[in-house]
């Protein structure tokens, strides 16, 4: 198989400035299952275009309802979910939404490459337009040497890369990720989220970003979003007193422990509501 | 080879030899009469005389088992992903695919020969019957198989209902769609082989069937005996071309590709 080339960074860059973030209002969110669990009442939340938010909140407080919601993969029996600028969800069109899962979830039967293609493949992009992209971003998370192997191939952390490479290849204006960084060891996972920072701040999507771990929220967020036990309520809203330059040493530091603390005590509060 | 795997290889040959010795020697000393039991070397003789004919046999039932399996494949493929595309379809139409695994061949097969005529025709149908229930079965199975995170990224993405079929739904279902075919290739060549007991007199030449009753109606037991073997000869030959075809398709991604996936 011939493959194209890409030029070193190419397809990633954003190619005007309106198409960074997308901004999201949440109002008045409602969502209740069959059978009756209202998981969501009353939500109110606006995430402003291109910053990077983590969510943080007990176990089955609705956190993965919330992104689902947020992706159109669910829909709201209540309340308002808009963006601005809109995104159209018409098909055949580059996907403005990506979501990365706690798993990889690739498809085995595909090579790394053809696997970070695969949403340019759904919305019709030619073959080596699409590979010439997928590339790009392979690079960009450190597996430009790995594209043709397959996934049982590869180390956990390998495979949440591709994912994560899948999810940007679109150059998404919103990206959601659900845990996506929770099943790896200590050191893979902060390498992860050192390069999600890079990626974010050098595309400039708006993030959203569901964690358990409140040190991976500090380190890697702008700002912080605490929410109750079920039906999930806003207990903390924080915007993190941190340098916008974060280095790995930053985990260390007074300034660090100050705001973990209070996100710690604001989870504890949620618990008990 | 390594010493393991030959030695591996050499255990089961080893029984075998066995096995032919004891049975060869406890004929021959009961005088047991060859047309109730041949002793192995009667069968090897009856064999190497008539290899001619059960060649010749072995290829009509074959030809026949092949196009069966072929039918059940694309058939049995089809079927389920019509049946996968609606949970209504499904609901209403999988019990009666169940008939097609308790239906009575041998029952039906004079009305295969009213529908086909007697001949290869009706034979391969017969075949086809047999083995079809598993290829729908468990095709159906593996395209239920697919996780519900890739759906929803299919679904992300805008992926189309073709689109879906094609580059997650199929792929996917392939373990469970080559277990289904490894089934059916055995399947295949007993549904030929009863076909043949009631359909398989026609003007051209006899298969394996047709060998083990004319055996049988003269007593020629080893001949019978060797007609058996080379019917489940044939079974193996398929079968193993299947597993192989599997094997080769599944290598890169499939953690059970090399163990040969577990039957359901
Ligand atoms: N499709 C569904 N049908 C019915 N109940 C559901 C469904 N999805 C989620 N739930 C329930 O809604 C609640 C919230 O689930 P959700 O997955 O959003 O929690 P979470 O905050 O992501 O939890 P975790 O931190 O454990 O991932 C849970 O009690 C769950 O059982
Ligand atoms: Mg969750």
């Known amino acids: 198989m011939a493959l194209p080339h890409a030029p070193a960074s190419a397809p990633l860059a954003p190619t005007d400035e309106g198409e960074g973030g997308v901004r999201i209002q949440l109002s008045d969110l409602r969502r209740t299952f069959p059978g009756g669990l209202t998981v969501l009442e009353g939500l109110e939340l606006e995430v402003a275009a291109g910053s990077f938010v983590a969510l943080l909140g007990p176990s089955g407080c609705g956190k993965s309802t919330l992104l689902r919601l947020v992706a159109g993969l669910d829909r709201p029996d209540g309340g308002t979910l808009t963006f601005s600028p809109p995104l159209e969800r018409t098909r055949g069109e580059r996907a403005p939404i990506a979501y990365v899962f706690q798993d990889a979830h690739l498809l085995p039967w595909r090579s790394v490459l053809d696997n970070a293609a695969l ?45 994560l490479a899948r999810a940007l290849v679109t150059r998404p204006r919103l990206l959601l990720l659900d845990e996506p ?47 109750s036990r079920r039906p999930a309520r806003v207990v903390l809203d924080r915007t993190l007193e941190l340098p916008r330059e974060r280095v790995a040493t930053l985990r260390t530091e007074a300034a660090f422990a100050r705001e973990s603390r209070l996100l710690h005590e604001a989870l504890e509060r949620g618990e008990a509501l | 080879m390594s010493t393991a795997s030959a030695r591996q290889a050499l255990a089961p040959l080893a029984a075998l030899v066995i096995l032919l010795s004891l049975w060869e020697g406890i004929v021959r000393a009961l005088a047991i009469p060859t047309w109730l039991l041949p002793t192995p070397s009667a069968i090897a003789t009856a064999a190497a005389r008539e290899a001619r004919p059960l060649l010749d046999a072995a290829l009509t039932t074959g030809r026949s088992a092949l196009v069966g399996f072929a039918l059940s494949a694309g058939v049995g493929v089809f079927a389920a992903v019509v049946l996968s595309s609606s949970r209504l379809l499904e609901r209403a139409l999988y019990p009666y695919t169940l008939f097609l695994q308790t239906v009575p061949i041998v029952a039906i097969a004079p009305l295969l020969v009213l529908w086909f005529g007697p001949g290869a025709r009706a034979v391969a149908v017969s075949s086809f019957i047999v083995s079809l229930f598993p290829v729908i079965a468990n095709t159906l199975t593996g395209l239920r198989s697919v996780e519900p995170a890739l759906r929803d990224l299919f679904r992300l993405y805008g992926a189309r209902r073709l689109a879906t079929l094609w580059k997650l739904e199929l792929p996917a279902a392939l373990p469970h769609l080559f277990t289904g075919l490894r089934i059916a290739s055995g399947l295949a060549v007993i549904g030929a082989i009863v076909g043949e007991f009631v359909a398989g007199f026609s003007e051209g030449s006899a298969g394996l069937g047709i060998l083990v009753l004319s055996a049988y109606r003269q007593l020629r037991t080893d001949l019978l005996f ?19 075809a599997g094997a080769r398709t599944l290598r890169r991604w499939h953690p059970s590709a090399s163990s040969g996936g577990n039957p359901t």
């Open chain 1, 119 to 163: 949403p340019l493949e759904l919305a019709g992009v030619p073959g080596p337009e699409r590979r010439a992209a997928a590339r790009a971003v392979l690079e960009q998370v450190g597996l430009g040497d790995a594209t043709a192997r397959y996934p049982a191939e590869l180390s956990g952390g390998m495979r949440m890369r591709v994912s």
């Open chain 2, 226 to 244: 060797a007609a058996v073997l080379a019917a489940s000869g044939l079974g193996l030959l398929l079968f193993g071309a299947v597993s192989l």
């Open chain 1, 181 to 227: 960084f929770a099943a790896l060891d200590e050191l893979s996972r902060s390498r992860l989220d050192e390069q999600l920072r890079a990626l974010w701040r050098e595309l400039g999507m708006t993030v959203l970003f569901v964690t358990h771990s409140i040190a991976e929220a500090t380190w890697l967020a702008e700002r912080v979003v605490v929410l």
